[in-house]
């Protein structure tokens, strides 16, 4: 069981000056794990999936990420080679064309040639439908391609886990489909997933457990199944009648 | 109509000021061009052009090392890695130039020689020495502005695809920054070919420097330092010519 645990998060706590935004939370995955992390607006979500990969640092408690803890010399770094994240915002580089934005990583973080990074680039822009793009720049492709282009752009780096921050919160409606269905593949194929996000369609159809975060803690969590049946926590419960109302 | 009125009022202040040099009549025969006397004054002055440039062109470059060298530590979130690089901008920022430049060519000798490291330096490397620390404050500056111009998360995704520090800089952070720091550095090089006018007190050789040599022969302060403004303005003319052209080539870049 321990073994094929990849991420131990153990009673993390941290703070922005006065303001505790953690309160130990602990939470573990195991490989191939699809988790889909949901709650109210500055709960905490993202905090906690930027400690995963050292873009926060936290106060206390313990991070494990595949063996190696965040908090040994050099441990960040090596966490970071193994994680993938995507962003809220894509992040893409925008003086870069697509296909450079896919072989900066691997070139420069992994010493890859350029005709290897660039064979390899189109393999996976090929897996989220985008190969005519490459020698676009970022700012001539719509949302939902940005995103796909972020997503392949964390996967050429070959993560064991992959973080995602609300991955479809900044996209027009007729976009989220096109990155979700790219997510959902990945997770047919057996990538570790941590994903923010309130499409709870998709949670339906993904998650292995759901985890309900408010006022920075682990309120609640459970399988989707028995969540969307019957909430354990009245909390829980007032957010998902919220969220699905619409 | 206006145009010509300003001219006019320009002109007719120019000839007061003439009237009013040396014994109260014209002097203009030190800078004229059709006798050899004139043509040789004018020679020796405009011989200090490829000094002034010099110096100018190696102390801005200096600067612009100088400078990102202090603002790449003045942005780190560790306070006591910051702390130096603000101590030293605000330090830095507070010297006249001109006890700077007595200080780093008198006392900086002395300094190095009771370190144990004998140094002499001569006019021209003491006011480039002056010139690249004072300026570099404020390329310092540029730079930080420039760099935090771009969002967190493009350092955030390019350290999440693995790259290090200085290759998030490299690759990700200064091609992206340099469009907003390079006209405003381009702007530190005029106020830097400015300031070279004082490298003329520790005895350089340039623009300056010359025009004072002149005025002490012939005593004509009025035509020979209005001869000296000119020469500052064609070549600050020159280079904001230069400058335009750099803000409208990044600007329009912004827009492709
Ligand atoms: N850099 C920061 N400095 C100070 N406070 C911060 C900082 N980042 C986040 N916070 C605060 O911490 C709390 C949790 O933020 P976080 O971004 O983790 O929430 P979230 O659950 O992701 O919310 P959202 O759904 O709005 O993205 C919020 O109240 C936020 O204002
Ligand atoms: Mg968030």
Same mark, same amino acid.
Request: hydrophobic content about 45%; cysteine-free.
């Given at each position: 069981m321990t073994a094929d645990r990849v991420i131990e998060i153990a009673s993390l706590n941290k703070s922005f000056g006065d303001f505790q935004v953690l309160t130990n939370v602990d939470l573990n995955v195991s490989l191939g794990e699809r988790i889909v992390i949901c709650g109210p607006s500055g709960s905490g979500k993202s905090t906690l999936i930027r400690c995963v990969n050292g873009l926060e640092q936290y106060d206390s408690g313990s991070i494990t990420v595949d063996g190696i803890s965040l908090s040994e010399p050099g441990g960040v770094d090596r966490v970071r080679a193994e994680v993938g994240m995507v962003f809220q915002q894509f992040n /893409?580089? *925008?003086? /870069?064309s697509v296909i450079d934005n896919l072989t900066l990583g691997p070139m420069k973080a992994r010493g890859l040639s350029r005709k290897d990074a660039e064979a390899q680039a189109m393999e996976y822009l090929e897996r989220v439908k985008i190969p005519e793009q490459a020698r676009k720049r970022p700012r001539d492709l719509s949302g939902g391609q940005q995103q796909r282009v972020a997503i392949a752009r964390s996967l050429c780096m070959k993560p064991k886990i992959m973080l995602f921050d609300? *991955?479809?919160?900044?996209?027009d409606p007729e976009m989220i489909s096109e990155v979700l269905d790219v997510m959902v593949e990945l997770a047919r194929d057996g990538m570790t997933m941590l994903v923010v996000t309130h499409e709870m369609g998709f949670a339906r159809k993904v998650a292995d457990r759901m985890v309900f975060m408010d006022g920075g803690e682990i309120v609640e969590t459970g399988t989707p199944a028995e969540v969307f049946e019957a909430p354990k926590t009245q909390r829980f419960k007032t957010f998902l009648d919220k969220i699905l109302q619409h | 109509m206006t145009r010509f009125f300003k001219i006019w009022i320009l002109l007719g202040a120019c000839l007061f000021l003439a009237a009013c040099s040396g014994d109260g009549t014209w002097g203009w025969y030190v800078i004229d061009p059709s006798t050899p006397a004139g043509q040789s004054n004018i020679w020796f002055l405009v011989g200090g052009f490829w000094a002034t440039i010099q110096l100018s062109l190696i102390a801005t470059v200096l600067s612009m090392t100088l400078g990102l060298l202090v603002a790449l530590p003045g942005m780190s979130s560790n306070r006591w890695v910051r702390l130096p690089s603000r101590v030293y901008i605000e330090f830095v920022r507070a010297i006249p130039l001109l006890p700077m430049l007595f200080w780093v060519f008198y006392g900086l000798p002395v300094v190095m020689k009771s370190l144990g490291f004998p140094i002499t330096i001569d006019a021209f490397w003491g006011a480039i020495i002056t010139l690249a620390i004072s300026d570099s404050a404020f390329t310092a500056e540029i730079y930080r502005s420039g760099i935090q111009s771009i969002p967190k998360g493009q350092t955030e995704a390019a350290r999440t695809v693995g790259l290090t520090y200085s290759q998030t800089m490299r690759y990700v952070i200064l091609p992206q920054a340099i469009r907003r720091i390079l006209p405003p550095l381009a702007n530190q090089f005029i106020y830097i070919v400015k300031m070279s006018a004082f490298a003329s007190v520790i005895g350089m050789q340039e623009l300056t420097r010359r025009a004072n040599e002149l005025v002490v022969t012939e005593y004509r302060p009025l035509e020979i330092y209005t001869l000296l403004i000119l020469e500052y303005l064609v070549l600050v003319l020159i280079i904001s010519f230069f400058v335009r052209w750099l803000e409208r080539k990044m600007g329009s870049d912004e827009n492709r």
């Open positions: /893409l580089f *925008p003086h /870069l609300e *991955p479809t919160s900044a996209l | -």
